[in-house]
């Protein structure tokens, strides 16, 4: 079957939309039709060839389509499902059936580097392979091939084209704040770098009724956007700024939980120095280097690093479409939507913090 895809080249660091050959889903497969995909950062990485992604590949992995076909053995969806694809999960592992799929014991095979030449969900251009399955859906294409663990029904009332960017991005901001801080009503709460993923821990934080939601970062556009989505206060973090000081100003004793997106070091130390007394720090970016030890151990800190926001996601995708349905989790405020076709485009916008979460469209 023909597809438009998206392809990236090892050493290229930009898409090629091209006309492939899918190979037929197979009888566990989900053949799903986009209506959109969401571009995360992974994405921009693996093109650059440092996800371990075999190349040439279809990348994307916030999907959202209608189900066009299944296989014999499928029963979780029927055609004519709208579906939401996420992060692929074994759900055969201790810590996939311990209710843990994000930290699957085959997460990286099955999400990055397995590439899966020549199975269902692969694709070829005349006699060149090209590597499908990223995240198991690979939706920078017009199709994709997916299975039951990564295919999430979701209501047909809600803007499907958008809807993918649940799958990902916003469920670790959302899903770190709700689930694995699991911030109290009440609480106080920082928030460091507020792109994609930390905008939506600032909307998790709104709906979990934290008193103090604070958003940190270097863009005073980005400040001002968490505010809309329900920031109550914002630190513009720059060298001369003390911004765990700065925090100090607004929750006196620290704050319960701090949120980092960003991986950096400074912002990392900042985050540690801004909490109180047995505070969580999570992280769901590597940090760039190990923060200074002793405070962890002096006020009963805790580490928490997070993937995808401890998220179930046959759970927690249908409920952040709900909260948004009940206008209580506007995530389209973040979303800017482009044609499939202008895929680079979209990548230079987002680097030039031009826009903050583009979403490609395929035509119907
Ligand atoms: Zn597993
Ligand atoms: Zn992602």
Same mark, same amino acid.
């Given at each position: &079957?023909?597809?438009?895809?998206?392809?990236?080249?090892?050493?290229? /660091?930009?898409?090629?939309?091209?006309?492939?050959?899918?190979?037929?889903?197979?009888?566990?497969?989900?053949?799903?039709?986009?209506?959109?995909?969401?571009?995360?950062?992974?994405?921009?990485?693996?093109?650059?060839?440092?996800?371990?992604?075999? &190349?040439?590949?279809?990348?994307?992995?916030?999907?959202?389509?209608?189900?066009?076909?299944?296989?014999?053995?499928?029963?979780?969806?029927?055609?004519?499902?709208?579906?939401?694809?996420?992060?692929?999960?074994?759900?055969?592992?201790?810590?996939?059936?311990?209710? $843990?799929?994000?930290?699957?014991?085959?997460?990286?095979? !099955?999400?990055?580097?397995?590439?899966?030449?020549?199975?269902?969900?692969?694709?070829?251009? %005349?006699?060149?392979?090209?590597?499908?399955? =990223? =995240?198991?859906?690979?939706?920078?294409?017009?199709? *994709?091939?997916?299975?039951?663990? $990564?295919?999430?029904?979701?209501?047909?009332?809600?803007?499907?084209?958008?809807?993918?960017?649940?799958?990902?991005?916003?469920?670790?901001?959302?899903?770190?704040?709700? $689930?694995?801080? *699991?911030?109290?009503?009440?609480?106080?709460?920082?928030?460091?770098?507020?792109?994609?993923?930390?905008?939506?821990?600032? &909307?998790?934080?709104?709906?979990?009724?934290?008193?103090?939601?604070?958003?940190?970062?270097?863009?005073?556009?980005?400040?001002?956007?968490?505010?809309?989505?329900?920031?109550?206060?914002?630190?513009?973090? /720059?060298?001369?700024?003390?911004?765990?000081?700065?925090?100090?100003?607004?929750?006196?004793?620290?704050? %319960?939980?701090? =949120?980092?997106?960003?991986?950096?070091?400074?912002?990392?130390?900042?985050? !540690?120095?801004?909490?109180?007394? @047995?505070?969580?720090?999570?992280?769901?970016?590597?940090?760039?280097? +190990?923060?200074? &030890?002793?405070?962890?151990?002096?006020?009963?800190?805790? !580490?928490?690093?997070?993937?995808?926001?401890?998220?179930?996601?046959?759970?927690?995708?249908?409920?952040?479409?709900?909260?948004?349905? $009940?206008?209580? =989790?506007?995530?389209?405020?973040?979303?800017?939507?482009?044609?499939?076709?202008?895929?680079?485009? +979209?990548?230079?916008?987002?680097?030039?913090?031009?826009?903050? @979460?583009?979403?490609? !469209?395929?035509?119907?």
């Amino acid at each position: &079957m023909k597809v438009r895809a998206a392809v990236a080249y090892d050493g290229r /660091h930009e898409f090629f939309i091209e006309e492939l050959d899918i190979s037929e889903p197979g009888p566990e497969n989900i053949l799903v039709r986009m209506a959109g995909c969401g571009l995360c950062h992974t994405d921009v990485k693996a093109c650059e060839g440092n996800m371990g992604v075999p &190349m040439p590949a279809v990348l994307g992995h916030e999907g959202a389509g209608v189900v066009e076909r299944v296989g014999a053995r499928v029963t979780k969806v029927q055609p004519g499902d709208h579906v939401v694809l996420t992060c692929d999960s074994c759900g055969a592992c201790p810590t996939c059936l311990a209710g $843990n799929p994000a930290y699957c014991d085959q997460l990286m095979p !099955l999400n990055f580097t397995d590439g899966r030449a020549g199975e269902p969900g692969s694709f070829h251009s %005349g006699a060149t392979e090209v590597h499908g399955h =990223f =995240f198991g859906q690979s939706s920078f294409c017009s199709y *994709a091939v997916t299975s039951e663990r $990564n295919t999430i029904p979701v209501r047909t009332d809600a803007p499907l084209e958008i809807l993918g960017v649940l799958g990902c991005g916003v469920q670790t901001g959302a899903g770190a704040v709700m $689930n694995s801080l *699991a911030a109290s009503a009440g609480s106080a709460i920082a928030i460091f770098g507020v792109g994609p993923v930390g905008l939506s821990a600032v &909307m998790g934080a709104a709906v979990c009724g934290c008193s103090a939601i604070i958003a940190v970062d270097v863009l005073p556009s980005r400040l001002q956007m968490a505010q809309h989505l329900g920031a109550t206060h914002t630190v513009l973090a /720059h060298p001369q700024v003390n911004v765990a000081e700065e925090i100090r100003k607004i929750a006196p004793s620290g704050v %319960g939980c701090a =949120f980092d997106t960003t991986g950096r070091a400074d912002s990392n130390q900042h985050a !540690l120095d801004s909490l109180t007394a @047995k505070g969580i720090f999570g992280f769901c970016a590597a940090p760039a280097e +190990a923060p200074k &030890m002793s405070r962890v151990m002096s006020r009963g800190i805790s !580490l928490r690093g997070i993937v995808q926001g401890d998220s179930v996601p046959d759970v927690f995708i249908p409920k952040l479409v709900d909260l948004y349905m $009940n206008g209580r =989790f506007p995530f389209d405020k973040i979303v800017t939507k482009y044609p499939f076709e202008k895929i680079n485009q +979209a990548v230079e916008d987002q680097a030039a913090g031009k826009v903050v @979460k583009p979403v490609f !469209l395929f035509p119907s």
